[in-house]
């Protein structure tokens, strides 16, 4: 198994300062971007630590696998899974104790998404409304589900096409590190199949360039650099409304 990877990240058209960090940990193939939120520097401050303390907790239990984890094993989940979900709660927990600490990081927060390439298999965790990708065979299908707001009213079928159209709190999210002292990890796990590209990124380029429009991207692009660069480039194009965060994984199966 191998992965190719490569990512980049954008401040977008209207923002002053980046607040997404993305990690790409090829020793232990592990990729993720985080999309902060809060006033002043907060949220570049909550997705910095969300990346690094994700990345140590892979580098330590790789290191000394019979280290003493900060959660338990949830039992119906088998150790990869875990140890996925482990690092984002251990995330979650260093930007909660980090808002509680000062008044100028209170209600600082971010989202993640995260894949893990192990033995064959990706699995994929996440919480907030970044999103996780993959493109097989010439189709882009989205793994992650959004929790937001507007997803929440989606799933109810409370809103006619028009309203979802003008849904006036599209960037509410209803999950997010930070935001509490314990959060719930939705964590996926993906057969991939040679040639299999993972796309994660922050809502800066899923809000702005539609799945079609990413799905040509990868279809004519085969350098993950030069896509990742197309697909910001789009979303600048758009209005950049937002910071703009794309990573690209590659699965070759030898």
């Known amino acids: ?55 140590e907790f892979f580098r330590m239990t790789s290191r000394d696998q019979d280290a003493t984890w900060p959660f338990k094993m949830e039992k119906t989940r088998n150790y990869d899974e875990n140890r996925l979900a482990t690092g984002i709660k251990l995330a979650n927990k260093s930007i909660f104790e980090k808002a509680c600490s000062d008044t100028k990081y209170k209600g600082m927060g971010t989202t993640i998404v995260s894949v893990h390439f192990t033995q064959g298999s990706a699995y994929v965790g996440h919480v907030g409304d970044s999103r996780v990708y993959f493109f097989r065979q010439g189709v882009l299908t989205q793994v992650t589900e959004d929790h937001s707001l507007l997803n929440d009213y989606l799933k109810a079928k409370k809103l006619t096409p028009e309203e979802i159209e003008n849904f006036p709190h599209k960037n509410v999210i209803v999950r997010a590190l930070g935001m509490k002292e314990t959060v719930v990890v939705d964590v996926a796990k993906v057969e991939p199949q040679q040639g299999d590209i993972f796309l994660l990124c922050s809502d800066g380029l899923s809000g702005m360039v539609t799945d079609p429009q990413m799905q040509e991207v990868l279809a004519r692009t085969t350098e993950l650099d030069k896509a990742c660069s197309q697909l910001i480039d789009l979303a600048n194009a758009a209005g950049g409304n937002d910071n703009v965060t794309c990573v690209l994984a590659r699965f070759h199966a030898n």
């Not at 954008?10 to 999309?35: F, P, Q, S, W």
């Not at 949220?43 to 994700?54: N, T, W, Y």
């Open 1 to 55: 198994m191998r992965i190719e990877v490569a990512g980049n990240t954008h401040v977008g058209m209207k923002r002053n300062h980046n607040e997404d960090n993305y990690l790409i940990l090829t020793d232990e193939n592990l990729c993720c971007v985080a999309d902060g939120m809060g006033g002043h520097s907060s949220g570049e401050i909550a997705s910095k630590i969300a990346v690094e303390e994700l990345a």
